[in-house]
């Protein structure tokens, strides 16, 4: 079934100003990364999300990270199953921005594919994995992170330990849940 043309008109513009909007947010001047987010946030939920998706499949990398970021801040109840398979990108650095927007995103869905990331070839991925797994706080991920802190003591491109990393996780998770 071919679209209308006036659904295709609003889909183009929708998707327009949806790229627009993700190039916003790299830009220099204070505020634009929060005005993008807003505007974003503004319009119709259903086609933004509708375009968001599909360039999650993009060959652009960058576009990827926006794309999920942009996905996330949306809505992360709704979306977070959409961006979880960029976890298995062949990419580490979408792998690792992931893992990041998790950290601040994620919930117990994002636990069985961070644990998993924690044996990525690719150190700072993993760093970021055990970053993100403490930061969502669930007992599942003790073992893993335990593992980690033992034999993980690879450095990422920043110098900091996997393991470092693990041991922080482990504590933040028992932190929690001691409070509890």
Excluded at 16 to 24: D, E, I, K, P, S
Excluded at 43 to 60: C, H, K, M, R, Y
Excluded at 66 to 77: M, V
Excluded at 97 to 115: E, K, M, N, Q, V
Aim: hydrophobic share 40%; aromatic share 4%.
């Amino acid at each position: 079934m071919t679209p209308s043309p006036t659904n295709f008109t609003s889909d183009s513009t929708t998707s327009q100003r949806v790229t627009a909007l993700l190039a916003q947010l790299h830009g220099v001047e204070p505020g634009a990364r929060e005005r993008a987010v807003l505007l974003l946030q503004s319009l119709e939920p259903a086609p933004v999300i509708g375009v968001l998706t599909g360039l999650l499949d993009s060959p652009n990398p960058d576009l990827r990270c926006d794309a999920a970021e942009a996905l996330l801040r949306l809505d992360p109840e709704q979306t977070i199953d959409l961006v979880l398979p960029l976890l298995n990108d062949p990419i580490s650095t979408v792998r690792w921005y992931t893992g990041g927007l998790l950290h601040d995103f994620g919930d117990s869905r994002a636990i069985p594919p961070l644990l998993n990331l924690l044996d990525d070839p690719d150190a700072d991925v993993r760093h970021v994995a055990a970053y993100a797994l403490g930061a969502i706080g669930h007992p599942s991920a003790l073992p893993a992170l335990c593992r980690a802190a033992q034999l993980d003591h690879a450095t990422d491109q920043l110098g900091y330990r996997v393991s470092d990393a693990a041991t922080e996780a482990i504590q933040n998770i028992q932190d929690r849940h001691r409070q509890q």
